[in-house]
């Protein structure tokens, strides 16, 4: 039987690869933020139960009516579905 040490070249390299990322990612992410000039403008939605909820429908309208006129770039739906 081989006598294995406590750590292995595999956690080695997940030690340091873990490392190597959480160093040099956040400056990566800092300079692609740089580069944006305004900021992102997100729309959100949560729990809208459409399905379920007797005025799901007339507020799912409000929601989007309420969007075209402050124009995000995204929107996002929280909650379950």
Not at 32 to 58: E, F, N, S, W, Y
Not at 67 to 78: H, I, R, Y
């Amino acid at each position: 039987m081989k006598n294995k040490s406590s750590s292995s070249r595999r956690d080695f390299l997940l030690a340091t690869s873990v490392a190597a990322t959480s160093i040099i990612l956040p400056q990566r992410v800092r300079a692609c933020l740089g580069r944006i000039r305004k900021p992102i403008r997100l729309g959100m939605i949560a729990d809208l139960h459409q399905d379920v909820m007797h005025d799901g429908p007339a507020r799912l309208k409000v929601f989007l009516d309420a969007m075209k006129k402050e124009k995000p770039d995204a929107l996002v739906q929280l909650g379950d579905f």
